[in-house]
């Protein structure tokens, strides 16, 4: 059983950065395969960011590619979504998941544990 917990969503203007924190609880934290993802209001959920359990291996939606950056820290339990160069269209709540395994990282379906959300708005 994993709980995961987000934090450091808030408003930012177009063009700028935040930083997003996951916290996992349990100690199989660095076992699990990590995920980003988001949805906007009307929308479904979408993939973001994945990094593998080791953090050597990380892979993005092609929309947030060379602005995102996922990242983890087993010691610390925690995993990462460095978002730069904002645009108003990554408005949305953005989520957390964990799963086993490193296939399937894009769909949400593959997940078995989520975090509640945090809001990203970004004016433009």
Do not use: H
């Amino acid at each position: 059983q994993v709980q995961l917990v987000e934090s450091g969503g808030g408003l930012v203007q177009a063009g700028g950065s935040l930083r997003l924190s996951c916290a996992a609880s349990g100690r199989t934290f660095s076992s699990y395969m990590m995920g980003w993802f988001r949805q906007a209001p009307g929308k479904e959920r979408e993939f973001v960011a994945a990094i593998s359990w080791d953090g050597l291996s990380t892979y993005y939606a092609d929309s947030v590619k060379g602005r995102f950056t996922i990242s983890r820290d087993n010691a610390k339990n925690t995993v990462y979504l460095q978002m730069n160069s904002l645009k108003a269209e990554d408005t949305a709540v953005y989520y957390c998941a964990a799963k086993r395994g490193g296939s399937t990282w894009y769909k949400t379906t593959a997940y078995a544990y989520w975090g509640q959300g945090t809001q990203v708005t970004v004016s433009s």
